[in-house]
């Protein structure tokens, strides 16, 4: 049986636009028969996975995202003397067990998440190839498919339709995270001024634009397999600890970047519940079907998660053993000792 831990996570954004869609609005949607605000689960993983914070905190255990590989492997063969003919050849030879090539291309089709292992690996077989003047042999390819340890990856997993050897089952879940209320878009119509302009001529904006923003407290919940984690980690338990604490750091800490010089909005979590065991995971976003409306909206929503929490307890058994939680809101509690009780 897996050991699971989750996180219920409120926090608060004055207006903003963090997350857009296709038109550059904010992202919705609908739940309990109104409008919510939202930011996806992808915005806020990368998010996370490339913030400082999470790059300070694993440092070597991270991997990279890109269809560009075979580039720096073509380049890294030129450099050492190898035609580009066949370093073309033998760059997407190597790239290509990560990731069917474009045609004429030197990028494969999709975003291949590569472990620092494997692109060791890959770059040292360059360089032997480089010195013996030869092309990759199929064994040496084969060899590529390496086991890795590298937190993002054994985290948010791993899929690549043409090299299933290659995957690897997420060990953590991100649900988009939902506002608590219901919310209406707004506009915000700019005008920029052109320095050089003194008026005498032309009185006029160099520049007029809207933009759409909305403010909300936003539900977020986080449920990390841990068991499946230590396996993608090689069993690597002290790892996956440092993981689970880097990521619950960044999960209160870090804003999607969407709009933020415009609206300056970072914002930390104002309350955080963690729940450990092994028993089946629930989200608790059911505490908000009906919109918070409330003066003191943010304790109300406290209030309706613990309840909702109760109650499922009250009707299922305990859904956790071990609970820890702070309230920024009231000053109870402390981030360091959730960090402590999520990694331990």
């Known amino acids: ?43 806020l993983k990368r998010n996370w996975r490339t913030s400082e914070l999470f790059e300070d905190a694993m440092g070597a255990h991270l991997g990279v995202r890109t269809k560009r590989f075979g580039i720096v492997l073509y380049d890294t063969l030129v450099a050492g003397g190898v035609n580009e003919k066949k370093a073309k050849d033998w760059a997407m030879s190597i790239a290509g067990v990560f990731g069917k090539g474009k045609k004429d291309s030197l990028e494969i089709e999709q975003l291949a998440h590569i472990s ?90 160099a520049h007029i634009g809207e933009s759409g923003f909305a403010a909300a407290l936003f539900y977020s919940n986080i449920c990390i397999n841990k ?23 960044a999960a209160v800490k870090v804003s999607p970047k969407g709009k933020q010089n415009s ?22 976003s059911v505490a908000f079907l009906k919109p918070v409306r409330d003066d003191d909206m943010a304790a109300a929503a406290v209030t ?3 309840t909702q929490m109760d109650n499922f307890d009250q009707v299922y058994g305990p859904c956790a053993d071990a609970r820890y939680s702070f309230n920024a809101l009231t000053g109870e509690g402390s981030f360091a000792q959730l960090a402590d009780f999520v990694a331990s």
């Open 116 to 205: 620092p292992e494997e692109k060791q690996m890959a770059l040292d077989l360059v360089q032997k190839l480089i010195a013996e003047n030869r092309e990759p042999a199929v064994e040496e390819l084969k060899l590529l498919k390496h086991n890795q340890t590298a937190v993002d990856i054994a985290l948010f997993g791993r899929m690549l339709a043409s090299a299933p050897a290659f995957n690897v089952e997420a060990a953590c879940q991100v649900a988009h995270a939902l506002s608590v209320h219901s919310v209406t878009v707004e506009d915000d119509y700019f005008t920029a001024v052109d320095d050089l302009n003194d008026g005498r001529e032309d009185a006029g904006s």
């Open 263 to 284: 609206f300056a909005s970072r914002a930390y979590a104002s309350f955080v519940l963690a729940e450990k065991g092994r028993q089946q995971p629930r989200s608790l």
């Open 304 to 306: 309706a998660l613990m």
């Open 227 to 249: 068991s499946l984690l230590i396996e993608n980690l090689e069993g690597n338990e002290t790892l996956a600890n440092q993981a689970i604490k880097a990521l619950t750091e």
């Open 1 to 43: 049986m897996s050991d699971f831990i989750q996180l219920h996570i409120l926090t608060s954004y004055a207006p903003s636009n963090l997350n857009r869609d296709d038109l550059g609005r904010p992202k919705t949607a609908r739940m309990g028969g109104f409008d919510r605000l939202r930011v996806s689960s992808q915005s």
